[in-house]
């Protein structure tokens, strides 16, 4: 466990009111991503406090008002999992980096270019992204952020995002290997012949087509029938 001069605050305001936590950075983190599920080893102390540099501890009866309980565990799951958590600047800078690549490969398999309508290389969307002011932040999902992202990108980069449906047949040998992958994506359309062969149409981004019909060949051998629409 680290020692509470190395922890880090995770606080919420419930009710007009502020409660906070001592917090292990890395464990607390973990949590936090859902990498860690217990609460072991993440509370340096098991107090739930309104001001805890100054170690002002809560009311019970503030407690037992915000959230329903004066359960130590389950309040700083809450916060946790609902509250600000204060990341160490190391922490942030790494998630930050990753983030940025998250959000870049995303751009790079749903967006085209539409000078050519083929898929930006990662390399020219990073390049990119490194030249235009970004506001990222690192807690968020990374698809949630797209749309800011590429709004931004735009002024350094043409940016086109698009769908393509695709009708797809596979006949009954290769059926149910196929199944698994088209489900994979949104579809629109599917039935099953009599044959026992599938068919259906689904709707993907333009920039994935290639990688999804490289997918569809290797997991049927080849063999299928496709159809842009």
Not at 73 to 100: N, S, W
Not at 125 to 153: C, F, G, H, T, Y
Not at 210 to 219: M, P, T
């Amino acid at each position: 466990m680290v020692s509470l001069d190395k922890s880090i605050i995770a606080h919420i305001k419930v009710q007009g009111k502020q409660f906070e936590i001592y917090v292990d950075p890395d464990a607390g983190l973990a949590y936090r991503q859902g990498q860690k599920k217990e609460l072991n080893n993440v509370l340096p102390v098991e107090e739930i406090f309104t001001d805890a540099k100054a170690s002002e501890r809560a009311k019970s009866s503030d407690l037992q008002k915000a959230f329903g309980t004066q359960d130590v565990f389950a309040i700083a799951e809450r916060i946790l999992k609902e509250g600000e958590l204060a990341l160490t600047t190391e922490q942030k800078r790494k998630m930050m980096e990753l983030k940025r690549k998250q959000i870049a490969q995303l751009i790079s398999r749903e967006a085209t270019d539409p000078r050519t309508g083929a898929p930006h290389p990662l390399v020219r969307i990073e390049a990119a992204m490194d030249k235009v002011r970004l506001d990222i932040d690192p807690m968020q999902d990374a698809a949630a952020q797209m749309d800011k992202v590429i709004s931004a990108l735009r002024i350094e980069l043409p940016i086109k995002m698009e769908k393509k449906r695709i009708a797809i047949k596979v006949p009954a040998v290769h059926a149910h290997r196929a199944y698994g992958l088209l489900k994979g994506q949104h579809m629109e359309k599917e039935e099953w012949g009599s044959d026992g062969s599938l068919m259906g149409v689904i709707t993907i981004p333009a920039g994935m087509v290639g990688e999804f019909l490289d997918k569809l060949n290797k997991a049927t051998s080849g063999d299928n029938q496709t159809k842009m629409l």
